[in-house]
């Protein structure tokens, strides 16, 4: 019985092709992981406590709560938050007249943290971040999804100042 074989010619492309295909593969760099973001959010704080001391320190100092749901997970958080860094007006205008809270809404969907304040403070349903508004007493002023003042992959920083600036009647 004779036995079928590659011819020689054959067996040599094809290990022309399987070299070719991994010196092609070794020339495409790995795709690179994300870098890993620093956590804004502290799961483990008191957000009650935090809200309560935001208050307490806008009503002694004439400014008003800024309370941005979200959580560590969430790229939308991250770009807010660097936003209020980086933007020159926006980052003086919080300084002068905000007090900041970062409320974390939790990690995962089946362990929310916060819901009661998410609730309260009428974010439910909003996407994240959410902003809520809170006037030197602690009353909601306004509760705000933040997709209407995103541009592109950011949010915009004249849409985001204007919308500070309008909490505080100016």
């Not at 070794?26 to 008191?46: H, L, S």
């Not at 300084?95 to 974010?123: H, I, M, S, T």
């Amino acid at each position: 019985m004779k036995s079928k074989s590659i011819p020689t010619d054959r067996k040599f492309l094809w290990l022309l092709l399987g070299a070719a295909l991994v010196l092609l593969a070794a020339m495409i760099p790995a795709q690179a992981k994300p870098a890993e973001r620093p956590a804004i959010y502290d799961p483990g704080a008191d957000a009650k406590a935090q809200i309560a001391a935001a208050v307490n320190k806008a009503g002694a100092e004439d400014r008003v709560v800024l309370l941005m749901f979200g959580g560590n997970w969430c790229p939308w958080c991250h770009r807010l938050h660097e936003l209020f860094a980086a933007d020159a007006a926006v980052r003086k205008l919080l300084a002068a007249r905000y007090v900041l809270v970062l409320v974390d809404v939790g990690e995962k969907p089946g362990q929310p943290l916060n819901q009661d304040l998410v609730d309260l403070y009428r974010v439910k349903g909003f996407g994240y971040p959410a902003l809520a508004v809170l006037d030197k007493q602690g009353k909601l002023l306004c509760a705000q999804s933040t997709g209407v003042l995103e541009k592109g992959k950011g949010h915009d920083p004249a849409k985001v100042l204007s919308f500070l600036a309008l909490q505080l009647g100016e």
